[in-house]
């Protein structure tokens, strides 16, 4: 599998209580390895799959430590180092119920159209591309992610894109990234960017309203589930049965996205890739950061 998008440094504030204005708040501090599209290859990985991660990182110790993690991970790494570029780093506001991303995107915004499209043709034996929404709604990067959805569809490969964030969607404007995805095999997104695409209403009536952009929509809901809407039989709701404590929901929709993908592209129903998905979201929240451990 091919997954386009994003490689940063997480630094994971785990605050307890409140952020206090203008004064302390005590936190646990910790620097990791991050990003949407790394994530997402990396539990990927994790679930067994062979995964190639395209994305851009400075020449910096900080790029050489994301992309050393990853391929220790079990990720291919098509990755290029920009000389003189930072490496994206994305402070991480967390506590067990919510996460707050104060981001700089750094050489994230360099991935080049050449790059991702000689990475795809080096991988013949992959059969399905998967793009982070943040490349499409970072000017810097849309034109790779642009390149990297007409190669996929030039080689016949099935895509799936996850529309990353709601307050960059709202800036990019919803119809400009509908567009962009239109005609996406799957286009997962949250309670808050179904809201901004779709509008107001029930998760499901907003899968199939999406459903008209994209083959198959799933809505993720969190500790409530997903609908997955696939165009014509309807919308199907998967609850996830008991609660499990939460750490850290940072990651927990990649994780969710790379165990639906393992299971639906080896051909199991949507039922049971929703379930696929549920179990890996579940220990990603039982962990601090982004990743598996």
């Known amino acids: 599998m091919l997954v386009v998008g994003d490689l940063v440094t997480d630094v994971v ?10 004064t302390d708040t005590l936190a646990a501090i910790t620097p990791r390895g991050g990003g949407q599209g790394a994530n997402t290859a990396a539990w990927l990985a994790y ?6 991660l ?3 990182v400075g020449d910096d110790p900080a790029g050489r430590e994301r992309v050393a993690e990853l391929v220790a991970a079990g990720v291919d790494c098509a990755v290029r180092a920009h000389p003189g570029a930072t490496t994206g780093t994305v402070v991480v506001l967390t506590g067990a ?3 707050t991303l104060i981001t700089d995107p750094g050489a994230c915004r360099l991935l080049d159209p050449a790059d991702v499209t ?12 998967h793009l982070s929404g943040y490349p499409l709604l970072n000017e810097g990067s849309r034109a790779g992610a642009r390149a990297a959805l007409a190669a996929a569809r030039e080689r016949g490969l099935t895509v799936s894109v996850d529309a990353a964030s709601a307050a960059p969607l709202r800036r990019v404007g919803v119809g400009a990234f509908l567009d962009w995805v239109r005609g996406t095999d799957l286009l997962l997104c949250n309670a808050d960017e179904a809201r901004e695409l779709a509008g107001p209403g029930s998760p499901a009536a907003q899968a199939a309203a999406l459903a008209h952009h994209a083959r198959n929509v799933v809505v993720k809901l969190g500790p409530d589930g997903a609908v997955w809407h696939d165009g014509r039989d309807g919308a199907l709701r998967l609850w996830t049965g008991p609660r499990v ?5 940072t990651g927990a929709g990649d994780a969710f996205a790379a165990g639906l993908l393992t299971a639906w592209l080896s051909g199991s129903s949507p039922e049971a890739a929703l379930t ?3 179990e890996l979201g579940a220990a990603a929240v039982g962990r601090i950061g982004g990743r598996p451990g």
């Open 276 to 278: 696929a998905g549920a």
């Open 97 to 99: 119920d919510e996460r």
């Open 47 to 52: 679930a067994g799959s062979p995964v190639r």
């Open 245 to 249: 404590p939460v750490k850290d929901p």
């Open 118 to 129: 000689a990475a795809i043709a080096g991988a013949p034996a992959a059969r399905h591309l």
């Open 54 to 56: 395209i994305a851009a």
């Open 13 to 22: 504030v785990v605050h307890e209580g409140p952020i206090e204005t203008g």
